[in-house]
């Protein structure tokens, strides 16, 4: 048994379930004449046509329906086994982060990350208190203490805060002693 041209499968399952080959050729990154090609290639190798094409109009044949009912399941289960052999059982990533950090630092590079690991689903769980480190919240965390053992973790930077006031409220509290909830415990020692 001789296999088809694979390429040309694929073109054919994309232009099939898209209806256009216009569609076809942006999903898949090439010309629309590189999706003409190859499905007039596939035609060629099946000895039937798999289109009918009147002007701008396309519609599958009888053969192409059914040929296209018989591809795409298992094209789709290709692509979904070597999805979960290149980024694992699941793509999906659970980041729990304060949600201040969220706003003002990591959203507004979400779209660069997306850009980059289209295969990541990222959910972001946001939290203002510390979080509880478990599996049930989230996958990583971004955290302002060390976890403690059995956690791997890299320092992303040190913080230092300073008080800041006019001069003339600081001249009102600077012999008075702070409250122990102004008291910073450093992240990491």
């Known amino acids: 048994m001789k296999l088809p041209p694979l390429r ?11 209806n256009s080959f216009s ?5 898949l990154n090439v010309t629309q004449s590189a999706v003409s090609h190859q499905i007039r290639l596939l035609e060629d190798f099946l000895g ?3 289109f009918d094409r ?18 795409s399941d298992p094209l789709q289960a290709i692509a979904r086994a070597s999805h979960q052999i290149r980024v694992g059982e ?5 980041l729990a982060v304060f949600s201040s950090l969220a706003v003002k630092w990591l959203m507004p590079q979400l779209s660069d990350f997306r850009a980059r690991h289209p295969e990541i689903d990222l959910s972001l769980e946001m939290y203002a208190d510390h979080p509880d480190l478990s599996d049930k919240m989230a996958d990583c965390f ?28 600081w ?19």
């Open 54 to 71: 009147q002007g701008r109009n396309l519609q599958l044949t009888p053969v192409g329906l059914r040929y296209y009912d018989e591809i």
């Open 23 to 27: 569609r076809a050729a942006e999903v």
């Open 48 to 50: 039937e046509s798999l």
């Open 8 to 18: 040309a499968v694929q073109y054919f399952e994309t232009t099939a379930r898209l």
């Open 142 to 169: 971004i955290t302002d203490f060390e976890p403690g053992r059995n956690y791997q973790y890299d320092l992303l930077y040190n913080e230092y805060l300073y008080p800041v006031c006019s001069h003339k409220i």
């Open 90 to 94: 699941s793509g999906r990533l659970r």
């Open 171 to 189: 001249q009102q509290i600077k012999d008075k002693p702070l409250p122990d909830a102004l008291w910073i415990i450093p992240c990491c020692r």
